[in-house]
């Protein structure tokens, strides 16, 4: 089947240049089939990365001297555009792709690959390759300005309809994007607040486990109070019928001192007499 043209464009790092020249770490090299047929435009990635230095730090200096302050930190200095291709293209269709990117992005391509080296085997045990190519060119044009701001959705489309032409594939239907920029600290932060959350929800649920036992206890607690207020309020009525008998005894008491005391004054008087 014929592969269709697309061109996917993402802000990168000078890692990149490592990997498109298969020079570097065996952890940035995506290598599955032999090396033999990739070719890299300058084939070593420390002479690409000399390039990137000298010509950002150029860029730069013309930013502050036109603008009056220093680059953004965050501003995309290095961006990659991954071309799709078919197996008859070779490194000179690669080339009038990336000199489009000079010409109308007014910047400077860094590094152009071609690659033979990815793809899979499928089912029947043939070999699959994923025939594309990077052209890694500069975040900032020859003005010191974002090129990035360049790339829309209309700059997309021509961009989609002009590589298809010129590589003779079939037009994608669909426009482009331009593709998000891999955050990795910030999909180091989430993961951070996932854990954090994560954690939470822990203590959080141990807290509620705490909680429910306090209840329990107080529930037990009232049970408790509210028997012992009984146990008291037996108690309290039991003292008031001890107080009325004892206040009962005490008039008693008087009325048998009043009646013993009344005759022993009568025979007083009777032996006075």
């Known amino acids: 089947m014929k592969r ?3 061109v996917t464009i993402l802000p990168t790092s000078t890692l990149e240049l490592t990997h498109n020249a298969r020079d570097g770490d065996k952890k940035v090299d995506s290598s599955i089939f032999p ?3 990739n ?6 990635s420390q002479e690409a990365k000399e390039r990137y230095k000298i010509l950002i730090k150029e ?6 001297e036109k603008f009056k302050r220093k680059l953004h930190p965050k501003t995309k200095k290095l961006l990659s555009a991954v071309v799709v291709l078919d197996k008859h293209h070779t490194i000179e269709d690669v080339k009038k792709v990336a000199k489009y990117f000079e010409d109308k992005l007014n910047t400077d391509v860094i590094q152009i690959a071609l690659h ?8 029947d045990g043939n070999k699959v390759i994923n025939h594309h190519a990077h052209i890694v060119f500069l975040g900032l044009d020859k003005e010191a300005r974002s090129v990035r701001r360049k790339i829309d959705k209309k700059f997309l489309y021509q961009l989609q309809k002009d590589v298809s032409e010129m590589l003779n594939m079939p037009k994608l239907q669909n426009t482009p994007k331009l593709a998000p920029h891999v955050n990795l600290k910030k999909i180091n932060f989430e993961k951070k607040i996932l854990k954090e959350n994560h954690t939470l929800k822990e203590k959080l649920y141990e807290m509620e486990q705490i909680n429910k036992q306090r209840e329990q206890e107080y529930t037990q607690l009232q049970e408790k109070y509210k028997k012992a207020f009984q146990e008291l309020e037996k108690l309290r009525k039991e003292i008031i019928v001890l107080q009325n008998e004892i206040r009962q005894l005490q008039q008693e008491n008087q009325l048998l001192k009043k009646a013993y005391n009344n005759p022993l004054k009568e025979n007083l008087k009777l032996q006075n007499d």
Do not use: C, N, Q
Request: no cysteine; aromatic share 8%.
């Open 4 to 6: 269709l043209a697309a």
């Open 35 to 37: 090396k033999d047929e």
């Open 39 to 44: 070719v890299v435009i300058p084939a070593s």
């Open 59 to 64: 860029r730069k200096k013309l930013y502050e």
């Open 116 to 123: 033979r080296d990815e793809g899979y085997i499928d089912e």
